[in-house]
């Protein structure tokens, strides 16, 4: 609740910026990618299948990026309550990823309105986002603890991550189908648990069908290897971290 009221706090709009600041950067990209640029997907004519791509896409590195990018600085933006407060500090983490879940939760549930009411919903394979999202959770979650952990003795790592993020974006099929990239290149995608991922959340919420789920069960096998060494990582640097923030 603190983590949720200290972000609209003072705020004439408060928490309607949750849904505000998703649905410009959504506008922004299908105005650009869309009209301008006169983007298509193969195989997919209808009027909304860019836009159904482009928002599925941003909105899932949206959850990753949130969870992993707030994780990564969580323990060094709490450092006074770590410092003068005795809980649980591996709470942490998990408010950034449940305040994360909750944000996703609300502009996705429009999202899914619109989809109803344009009649482009996917139909039965959309209880297949669940055990997806749980991955991409997992995934942000062990590799947000791990750079968190490194952040707090080397600050350079936070900073760097940032930088990473953006890179990685682009390099994500998210505002782009992977039929625009040199077939050369492709295979290399499988080197971005995140491609996979986003690949995944398309096949279900664009063209309706099942993801690769063998696909899907290597980025879980990354996932929690990266969780079991951020727990290690933390378990290990519990008490020397309080000293050096």
């Known amino acids: ?12 709009l408060g928490a309607a910026w949750m849904v505000i600041q998703p649905l410009s950067m959504i506008v922004v990209y299908t105005v650009i990618f869309s009209q301008i640029m006169r983007a298509r997907l193969p195989g997919m004519d209808g009027a909304f299948a860019y836009s159904i791509y482009l928002c599925t896409g941003i909105l899932t590195w949206g959850l990753f ?32 990823g449940l305040n994360a879940g909750l944000n996703f939760s609300i502009i996705f549930g429009l999202f899914v309105a619109f989809l109803l009411l344009t009649g482009n919903f996917p139909g039965a394979v959309f209880v297949a986002l669940l055990p997806v999202l749980l991955v991409i959770a997992l995934l942000a979650m062990g590799l947000g603890i791990t750079l968190g952990v490194l952040n707090v003795f080397f600050r350079d790592v936070g900073q760097l991550f940032s930088i990473v993020l953006q890179f990685w974006f682009w390099l994500t099929p998210i505002v782009y189908p992977i039929t625009v990239l040199p077939e050369s290149v492709r295979p290399l995608l499988v080197l971005n648990p995140m491609a996979t991922l986003v690949n995944a959340m398309h096949e279900i919420m664009v063209f309706g069908r099942w993801p690769d789920w063998s696909a899907v069960g290597l980025v879980l096998l990354l996932a929690l290897g990266l969780c079991a060494l951020g727990l290690r990582l933390f378990r290990k640097h519990a008490g020397d971290m309080v000293d050096a923030l």
Do not use: H
């Not at 609740?1 to 004439?12: G, H, P, T």
């Not at 600085?73 to 309550?81: G, H, K």
């Open 1 to 12: 609740m603190r983590e949720f009221q200290s972000r609209y706090r003072n705020s004439l």
């Open 65 to 96: 990026a949130e969870i992993a990018g707030r994780a990564s600085t969580v323990f060094i933006d709490n450092a006074n309550l770590m410092k003068k407060l005795s809980f649980p500090r591996l709470c942490l983490p998990l408010i950034v």
